[in-house]
T-cell receptor, first 112, second 115 residues
Framework: NAGVTQTPKFQVLKTGQSMTLQCAQD?????MSWYRQDPGMGLRLIHY???????DQGEVPNGYNVSRSTTEDFPLRLLSAAPSQTSVYFC???????????FGPGTRLTVL | AQKVTQAQTEISVVEKEDVTLDCVYE???????LFWYKQPPSGELVFLIR??????QNEISGRYSWNFQKSTSSFNFTITASQVVDSAVYFC????????????FGGGTRLMVKP
């Protein structure tokens, strides 16, 4: 099992560019989430999904879009990157909404 | 709204000392789950424990122990005889039963264990 995988590991964008952060899991988990980690602020939930075709907003959704067309994949799209989106992004999955979440290795994004 | 507070931003101890990391939470739900995760310098997030709101028994796993007290809304984590490998950022987190997959994290406590 690869668990939760994320690509890329590092990315540098210019302000206004768009990109997609990829996340995949091979554990057949229904629940998937995206978090961002900023210094001193812990992890904050961006968007989450409770199953294929179902997504919802978390605490900090502005500037991000998600979709969940399959159980395995949960991509995060930055529509028009801004310096405030410089952060480390983690994807996570779990079998239910209250189980242990398995985290991917993270993507370090810098927006210039 | 759910909230998790880890008042200690940084703790420094010498190897073999015991150390307690504090976690205080707020929730209106009667059914909720509390978690601790470890983030070593390599950056990955490692699950340590999950506790539901109906189970106030303390838990011990090797050098790690957790004290859950609903009366004070606290879920503290103690490392006994700390080791250099325990150096990491530790996060406490809360999930309400009816909140889907919305895990709320505290700001984290950076633990530095010196030899």
């Amino acid at each position: 099992n690869a668990g939760v995988t994320q690509t890329p590991k590092f990315q540098v964008l210019k302000t206004g560019q768009s990109m997609t952060l990829q996340c995949a899991q091979d554990m057949n988990h229904e629940y998937m989430s995206w978090y961002r980690q900023d210094p001193g602020m812990g992890l904050r939930l961006i968007h989450y999904s409770v199953g294929a075709g179902i997504t919802d907003q978390g605490e900090v959704p502005n500037g991000y879009n998600v979709s969940r067309s399959t159980t395995e994949d949960f991509p995060l799209r930055l529509l028009s990157a801004a310096p405030s989106q410089t952060s480390v992004y983690f994807c996570a999955s779990s079998s239910t909404g209250v189980d242990e979440q398995f985290f991917g290795p993270g993507t370090r994004l810098t927006v210039l | 709204a759910q909230k998790v507070t880890q008042a200690q931003t940084e703790i420094s101890v010498v190897e073999k000392e015991d150390v307690t990391l504090d976690c205080v939470y707020e929730t209106r739900d009667t059914t909720y789950y509390l978690f601790w995760y470890k983030q070593p310098p390599s950056g990955e997030l490692v699950f340590l424990i999950r506790r539901n709101s109906f189970d106030e028994q303390n838990e011990i796993s090797g050098r790690y122990s957790w004290n859950f007290q609903k009366s004070t809304s606290s879920f503290n984590f103690t490392i006994t005889a700390s080791q250099v490998v325990d150096s990491a950022v530790y996060f406490c987190a809360l999930s309400e039963f009816n909140a889907g997959n919305m895990l709320t994290f505290g700001g984290g406590t950076r633990l530095m264990v010196k030899p």
